[in-house]
């Protein structure tokens, strides 16, 4: 069951976390995400965390396809 809560963010960090969840609707399941790889991390100091793991890869796919878009952005340009 989900909670509603009220989170008051830094402009830049409210930027990045709607960057990273990639719309203004699942920054809440975003968030949930990140709360429980934090959760897990202080459970298993030292094992892999894959939560962890899986947001980096998250972010990372993120990036990506915010360069793409770039890039198709500039190419557009050139034509």
Do not use: C, F, W
């Amino acid at each position: 069951m989900a909670k509603r809560v009220t989170v008051i963010l830094d402009d830049d960090a409210a930027d990045l976390l709607l960057e990273l969840a990639g719309s203004s609707r699942k920054q809440g399941k975003y968030l949930s995400t990140l709360v429980r790889a934090a959760a897990a991390s202080r459970r298993a100091p030292g094992g892999v965390d894959l939560a962890a793991l899986h947001l980096q890869v998250l972010g990372l796919t993120n990036e990506l396809h915010t360069v793409k878009a770039r890039l198709v952005t500039l190419e557009g340009r050139d034509e």
